[in-house]
């Protein structure tokens, strides 16, 4: 079974249990009036928090997808491609901590978990060649998807992601030699042209923070 059925049928079986139960509407409209007041959207705050959410989650296969095929035409499969299994390993394979979650709450958790290793990841790369592995800004989204799911919880699943990132990111990968190959690849016009499709995803999906255009380059 490929990875695209297997992505659709955990998507579709979500929804349909949201569709008969309605448990992640009712835990978003609690949320709705304890989000950040920095936190804003035009229309109606559950309608969009929902569709914010169900594309948050849609993005990871559509975002893994697309980031294989970049990362082979590139030449960047070895830095990228294992990035890339975690985090699809995150989102079909969620740790034990995700369990009892169900429905798109349970998918909302496991999106948290690849989105913020792709994020983390990047970081390690911004401090060693200036530039991200994958230019694509989750910061915004990945903040509000924190205070969505809430804490503790969320900062368990950061500590998650924090570790697999220290494991993924080997520093013998980044000596002189590998920094300039990786720097000049990341610099190509034709891989920026491949990774303009992916802008600040939480603007697209419309739900930014007011001091987004400030604190955050999206």
Known sequence: MSKAIVFN???????????????????????????????RSEGDPLDNLMHFVEQYIA??????????????????????????????????????????????????????????????????????????????DLTVANLIVHQLIGEPFANELDELVHCAAVHMVDSSRFDAVSLDAYRARLSDPNVKAAWRQWPCMSQTLGLELAWAHQAVAC
Do not use: W
């Not at 409209?29 to 304890?34: A, F, G, I, L, Y």
């Open 59 to 136: 993005h990871v296969p559509e975002f893994l997808d697309a980031a294989t095929r970049v990362a082979v035409e590139s030449g960047l499969t070895e830095a990228v491609m294992p990035l890339l299994r975690a985090a699809e390993y995150f989102f079909v394979e969620p740790p034990p901590q995700l369990d009892g979650h169900r429905g798109l709450d349970a998918l909302l958790d496991e999106a948290y978990l690849a989105h913020r290793l792709v994020e983390e990841v990047n970081d390690c790369y911004m401090q060693q060649l200036g530039q991200p592995l994958i230019p694509m």
């Open 9 to 39: 049928q955990l998507i579709d079986e979500a929804r349909a249990y949201e569709a008969r139960t309605g448990e992640l509407k009712r835990y978003l409209n609690e949320q709705v009036t304890r989000l950040h007041p920095s936190i």
